[in-house]
DNA sequence: TGAATAGTGTCTATTAGACAATATAAT
DNA sequence: ATTATATTGTCTAATAGACACTATTCA
């Protein structure tokens, strides 16, 4: 039949058909000053020229696997490659398969399937002027538009957060209307090229799941750290206050999590208090039990979002 | 810089690069006599001839999105499609993206990206001979072999379930040595196409874990079911024998989980007993508190994978 | 000195799981 | 009758979270 005949022509002769294009996009997050920050570049191209992006590009065929394009994007972008200190700093990032995107129209030029990934990254130094990477900069969340730009299925499920469905099929590639401010001090949020902001989104959702079960949060922080900071991680992930003596005694009754390093910091807090006992990551890679989000009994209404949709299953409806 | 140059030549000549073809392989699990199984096609040509892999195709570029591409290939290969009753099951599938796959050896013919799909199906009429699901049939996961065909740093990362790494750089397409029997009554186990082992054993962790935290379980049966049937899917699903009565109070306490219809089946069970409610899915989308499984502190030395990874990071180390 | 913070102690409501008991239906 | 199973009840250990307290350090 003419699926198996298709196969077959693909075999000996791929460029027979429509090309589809792969790329890899990567949701770079990091903490800046006790903000979630995302790297971002700034497209010198159409489509989308000046439009801010993920940083991703083109899988090299034959060459290199997926996760390998990603490392590779990222290190270009951050300009972390070649030095040794570069490599060092490398080696400390944490780089996970996030999902892969494919609706038709979500680029003008064809079809273009990107697999995006999430990386969990320490402070890092501004991206380098002068590099490949002159174009690129962290970007506190807060100010990006999230908005989806056009209605989906499986746009705005914020609860499901452990896989699903992502590829968004009745999502449009257009830009959408013009935002109004969303920040609280009346700034207009940045507009994403292509469907950026739903991947940002997905990778922020899956960011707040991923430290409740796995010891990820460390990924943003340097080898040693303190409970405290560690705290800022997760209050800066999950946008939430979190109880520091709860807090310090449940990361401590997690075996594997965190492993004392027997000294401390040499000062106390900016604002007081004792020094702090410091810690690295420990050998455990997913935590037991879990350290899991406040349940927001108060789940704020966001305007922009009108009704969380009511079941966020990707089920197949007619 | 030659990145740019080429992302603007693929703009508008993507011909003129190494082709990257795009896959669909949908890991579709159902429950057959209490026992979970996968979904196979016999492949009908080179390469992997004569070897049963998991059901898919080429995306077709430009005309559907992956979400589509998946739902085509499911309802192809198992026949449920046409018809108004196809349609109807079909309607009650959950399907969800589970990862995708890139390493340049994974198929022997070219650089071929396959975007893997996770479904969930209630048991399902066999794929009728004499259509193009001719050659597709269910099998029980516990006849496949599932090691991975080369060692990889993220093959057999059984913990890490909540995402992660799946591209698999290192794997080889290469077949594994023939398998010893690891069937309890010796039968030597199924050794799928390419890397289908390594998707179908992310695939069930991914089930595994999914039906702790959603409702999901409920998709594996029909409209109405009983609570120890529901039990029977975790049992299958998570190998493990669950306390009866502590799982009927622990469903009935999760709100949204299920809903009661108010009448019992005809019959008790096969063996006595008395008749068993009837529910049907609830409206939650994700169950508070979960389901977590049972924390098997006897975890069982698996002669086939000596030692489980001491973490399933997907950091990049160099 | 005063304010802020690190770290520990204590109490309570909730939950997971072991175990028991009862009622119903098939053989 | 006997056996298997659905469903409910009870008890205990573990846990999450609220709150309080002490000690330490910065300004």
């Known amino acids: 039949m003419d699926t198996t ?67 590779r994007e990222f290190a270009e972008e951050t300009g972390l490659h070649g030095t040794v200190e570069a490599e060092a700093a490398l080696s400390r990032i944490h780089l996970e398969q ?122 943003f922080l340097h080898h040693d750290f303190t409970i405290p900071e560690l705290r800022a991680v997760y209050e800066a992930v999950w946008d939430e206050k979190l109880h520091p003596g709860n807090f310090h005694r449940k990361v401590l009754s997690v075996p594997g999590f965190v492993e004392g390093t027997g000294s401390t910091t040499d000062r106390g807090g900016a604002r007081g208090g004792p020094r702090a006992r410091t810690y690295h990551a420990g050998d455990a890679c997913l935590l037991h039990p879990a350290l899991l989000r406040p349940t927001r009994s108060d789940p704020r209404p966001d305007p922009a979002t009108p009704a969380p949709p009511p079941s966020a299953r990707t089920t197949i409806r007619p």
């Open 5 to 71: 005949e298709q196969e077959w022509l693909a075999a000996y002769d791929p460029r027979a058909f429509t090309p589809v294009a792969v790329t890899v996009d990567v949701v770079a997050l990091t903490l800046r000053h006790g903000r979630l920050h995302v790297l971002l570049v700034e497209r010198a191209l159409p489509p989308y020229q000046g439009r801010w992006a993920l940083p991703g590009g083109f899988l090299r065929a034959g060459e290199e696997s997926l996760d390998e394009a990603a490392a």
């Open 98 to 219: 996030l999902g892969s995107y494919g609706i038709p129209e979500r680029d003008p030029r064809m079809h273009v399937v990107s697999v995006a990934y999430l990386a969990f990254a320490p402070d890092l130094p501004d991206p380098q002027a002068g590099t490949d990477a002159a174009h690129a900069a962290w970007h506190p969340v807060t100010a990006l538009d999230l908005r989806p730009a056009g209605r989906s299925e499986t746009a705005g499920a914020p609860a499901d957060t452990h896989g699903g469905g992502v590829d968004g099929r009745t999502g449009s590639a257009e830009p959408s209307e013009p935002a109004e401010p969303l920040e609280p001090g009346g700034l207009t949020p940045i507009e994403l090229a292509f469907d950026h902001a739903r991947i940002l989104a997905d990778g922020l959702d899956r960011a707040r799941a991923k430290i409740e079960y796995s010891p990820l949060a460390t990924a």
